[in-house]
């Protein structure tokens, strides 16, 4: 089954850390540019960060760069955030996207999420 | 920054009717060398995540309903719902996919009348 399922979500305090994770399985995953979007209780959806198939070009949003990491293992077939310096607007349902086309930017995969919990 | 803006903010229907939720870019995402509209709409049920609807701005994806249809160039879209069932209440975000960072708008709820 083509899927992606999110974990490492959780509650942390103001400035901790937490490493979420992204298990993709049934299809090529090494070949897809992967990305992390995030939905904020009762809002909208933001885009975060995007990694390259090879893992040689990353981006970031404004609001998350030089706090958050992305990062891959294709052996693993797994995508990583690593999030640092935690603040409550970091509170979200994060959600790993995969898109329909192995570049382009519009996500016709999406894991289900993992809420993350920025509160003290 | 691309600034996506979505209109209205919520949207009452009653069930066989039409739906109209328009979307506006802060600047052109019709790339010229191609053609296209790099826009993208999705729909988000209570409790799940995003589900792609339509790809260059009028491409429906498949399995999506023909009573789902995408229009617009440039800097101004529109998703059209039309003939309103109960399964399609739901909220419903355009997404520019022109230039990173990659924007969404603020979504349009869409609820039976």
Known sequence: EVQLVESGGGLVQPGGSLRLSCAASGFTFSSYWMHWVRQAPGKGLVWVSRIKSDGTSIIYADSVKGRFTISRDNAKNTLYLQMNSLRADDTAIYYCARPKEVTRAYFDLWGRGTLVTVSS | ?113
């Open chain 2, 1 to 113: 920054d691309i600034v996506m803006t979505q209109s209205p903010d919520s949207l009452a229907v009653s069930l066989g009717e039409r739906a109209t939720i328009n979307c506006k870019s802060s600047q052109s995402i019709l790339y010229s060398s191609n053609d296209k509209n790099y826009l993208a709409w999705y729909q988000q049920k209570v409790g799940q995540p995003p589900q792609l609807l339509i790809n260059w701005a009028s491409t429906r994806e498949s399995g999506v309903p023909d009573r789902f249809s995408g229009s617009g160039s440039e800097t101004d879209f529109t998703l059209t719902i039309s003939s309103l069932q109960t399964e399609d209440v739901a909220v419903y975000y355009c997404q520019q996919y022109y230039s990173a960072p990659w924007t969404f708008g603020q979504g349009t709820k869409v609820e039976i009348k």
